[in-house]
């Protein structure tokens, strides 16, 4: 992180890198995905001297990942399934597959 950014950004950066971890990614490269990914809203929030014309005009890091991860062919994982229907404490849910979970949850 460079210096002089907020106590906000480095829980943020953080927080993606040990996500990008968790997802399979080798230590350097969730660096690098925390470090652009930090970079690109300091640079929207105005925190940054310098902005690229994409960083401020390009959809927002969230959004991106948002659609990233709800849309495609298949639509949202099997545990993003299961841990909505966690939340709806939807009943036998353990025994279900993707395609019935999605079927009960009205996806």
């Excluded at 690098?32 to 401020?56: C, D, F, H, L, P």
């Excluded at 005009?57 to 639509?75: F, I, L, T, V």
């Excluded at 299961?82 to 999605?102: D, T, V, W």
């Amino acid at each position: 992180m460079p210096r002089g950014s907020s106590p906000k950004r480095e829980r943020q950066y953080e927080h993606i890198k040990e996500s990008a971890e968790e997802r399979g990614e080798s230590p350097k490269r969730a660096k690098e995905i925390a470090a652009r990914t930090v970079n690109k809203e300091r640079a929207r929030a105005g925190e940054s001297r310098t902005a690229s014309k994409s960083s401020t005009q390009d959809m927002s890091s969230g959004k991106r990942g948002g659609q990233r991860s709800h849309s495609g062919a298949q639509g949202p994982t099997y545990d993003q399934l299961y841990a909505e229907a966690q939340r709806r404490n939807l009943h036998g849910r353990s025994s279900m597959n993707k395609a019935e979970l999605k079927r009960k949850l009205g996806h």
